[in-house]
């Protein structure tokens, strides 16, 4: 599967974005999907991640209450909605897919459970 993010842009604070990452080449009802996202001289860290069927979001502490991922699967679309943007928000974003097993679980934080990443899309927050 391919995935394409998109979104990204400057805003300043307390502003909101919505990024969207787009699937092709296969349907995403087979995926669970995160978002992710690295600052500048920082490691890449979790910020949210949706089941396949959209029943159950996860969120990093520091965006619970702002942030919220949804799905649509009949347009292959994963969004994330970003409101009360902060300077330390500013990274750059990346979409990514983890295959549904047969255990039905869902390690959603773990980056090196995602087999596919889209490129990333810069979100800066001026204050």
């Known amino acids: 599967v391919q995935l394409q993010a998109s979104g990204g842009g400057l805003v300043q604070a307390g502003n909101s974005l919505t990024l969207s990452c787009a699937a092709s080449?296969?349907?995403?009802?087979?995926?669970?999907m995160g978002w992710f996202r690295q600052a500048p001289g920082k490691e890449r860290e979790f910020v949210a991640g949706i089941t396949w069927i959209g029943h159950l979001a996860y969120y990093a502490d520091s965006v619970k209450g702002r942030f919220t991922i949804s799905r649509d699967n009949g347009k292959n679309t994963v969004y994330l909605q970003m409101n009360s943007l902060k300077p330390e928000d500013t990274a750059v974003y990346f979409c990514?897919?983890?295959?549904?097993?047969?255990?039905?679980?869902?390690?959603?934080?773990?980056?090196?459970?995602?087999?596919?990443w889209g490129q990333g899309t810069l979100v800066t927050v001026s204050s």
């Open positions: 080449g296969q349907t995403l009802t087979t995926y669970h």
């Open positions: 990514a897919a983890q295959s549904r097993d047969g255990s039905g679980t869902y390690r959603y934080s773990r980056a090196n459970e995602y087999e596919y």
